[in-house]
């Protein structure tokens, strides 16, 4: 047992330490564009911060196409056929490809009116439109990213990604130098030059699963059922995306209501709990794969063992992150603002998440382990379900007006006390029937 135990552990880490560079890579596109145009002035930073907001909510709500895919292609993977599991994954990214055009032309042709809902000064406006009409053509790359990155991790394959990652990340960043001060292309050439990035990772993937195919014999071309297989797996998926987008944008309103003090003391908490996410969204991963891979071989026995250590990994690793959390608490403020007011605004608060951090590594953990069990039109269902305490909790927290430190901790305490644990019982709930194990192909 312990030597199963060793070597389950060692394919944990294999598999959600490279996860965890990739995870990191994709914000770091932003980050990269607002360094970069932050010294052309206030107004193109400002101008990108609402176009980055408007691109944020597509990719985040399309992430689906790489949770829907990995399970898919795990199960194939874990069955011995191989081929089978790659062609699931080509039908995820030509899906992915229909859906980046849709959104592409429809974005276009909307941006004006998108970027005109933040009410933002004619030349913010200006300059938000025109880095989003040419983002918005890299949205079909970076949803083809998606499913292809699931398409490896159900292969068992977290590293690719990651060097893939790494270069787009990098070409991004040198693209943007060239285009926006070599050039003189200001704003808009940093959505050139994070578009030309995101269309060479494309172009990276392509080569990676062209080989894959070549391989095991796969085909390349579009199988309309694969392809309806992965919408049907992506619907449910897409409505549980949306459950979580509504339950962050609620807050963000009532944060906004509190007060501006307020509204930037939760951005600051809510990004570092976005940080120590990531980790945890890197075991998700790794508990994706190996359900998947475990349930596809029909080893259901391996499948409960993979949830229990990686339910006691994230739930420890909650554990070191919490205790982390409380005794930074006090400084955190001051790292974001150097204010000492904004420190102490928001240290209750952080306490919060701090207690929280055990439940949140479970959380994410139970999410991963039915995401890869393909258990897609529960965690659909759970979302709504987890929505019925939490929206009555910040209308309770809206409603009574407090403010400054209380509000803040109130507002903590609906987001990570409220919504996760609603979430760790409905997962919970699910886990404990056993209905989310399928086994086979």
């Known amino acids: 047992m312990t030597t199963r135990s060793s070597s389950l552990n060692r394919e944990i880490v294999r598999l959600a330490v490279p996860a965890l560079g990739a995870l990191i890579a994709e914000p770091a596109f932003l980050m990269i ?3 970069l145009v932050g010294h052309l002035g206030t107004v193109p930073l400002a101008g990108l911060g609402i176009a980055g907001a408007v691109l944020q909510t597509f990719v985040g709500l399309m992430v689906f196409l790489a949770y829907s895919t990995t399970p898919a292609v795990a199960r194939k993977f874990g069955a011995g056929k191989p081929g089978d599991a790659v062609s699931v994954g080509i039908d995820g990214m ?10 592409a032309a429809a974005g276009a042709l909307l941006s004006p009116w998108l970027v005109s809902l933040f009410g933002a000064s004619d030349a913010v406006a200006e300059q938000a439109n025109t880095y989003l009409v040419i983002s918005v053509w890299g949205l079909p790359a970076m949803l083809i990213v998606f499913a292809a990155t699931g398409l490896l991790r159900g292969m068992q394959d977290t590293m690719t990604a990651l060097w893939i990652a790494g270069l787009g990340f990098a070409a991004n960043a040198a693209l943007n130098v060239l285009f926006i001060y070599g050039l003189g292309w200001g704003i808009a050439g940093s959505a050139v030059g994070t578009v030309l990035a995101q269309w060479g990772m494309v172009a990276a993937y392509v080569v990676v699963v062209g080989r894959l195919a070549r391989t095991h014999s796969a085909s390349v071309r579009a199988q309309r059922e694969g392809i309806r297989g992965s919408a049907r797996s992506g619907g449910w998926m897409f409505l549980r995306t949306l459950s979580l987008r509504i339950a962050l944008l609620a807050t ?14 939760w951005q600051i908490v809510f990004t570092i709990f976005s940080a120590a996410a990531f980790a945890l969204d890197a075991l998700a991963i790794a508990a994706q794969a190996l359900i998947g891979k475990s349930l596809g071989a029909g080893d259901v026995d391996d499948a409960k063992h993979v949830l229990a250590r990686t ?34 605004l928001i240290q209750p608060a952080m306490l919060v998440l701090a207690i929280a951090q055990p439940i949140a590594g479970i959380v994410f953990v139970l999410d991963g382990v039915l995401i890869g069990a393909g258990d897609a039109r529960y965690l659909a269902i759970a979302g709504g379900l987890n929505l019925v305490p939490f929206l009555p909790a910040l209308w309770i927290v809206a409603a009574t007006g407090v403010d400054g430190t209380v509000g803040l901790i109130w507002l903590a305490v609906a987001f990570f006390g409220v919504y996760l644990i609603a979430r760790l019982i409905t997962l919970g709930a699910r886990i404990r029937t056993g209905r989310w194990i399928t086994a086979g192909a």
């Open 252 to 265: 963000v309103a009532v944060a906004t209501g509190i007060g501006t003090d307020e509204l930037a003391g």
């Open 94 to 103: 030509w899906l992915a490809l229909g859906l980046g055009a849709v959104l």
């Open 311 to 344: 339910v006691a990994w994230g739930t420890w690793f909650g554990v070191l992150v919490g205790g982390l959390l409380a005794a930074l608490s006090g400084v955190i403020g001051l790292v974001f603002t150097g204010d000492p007011a904004v420190a102490a």
């Open 33 to 35: 564009d607002a360094a």
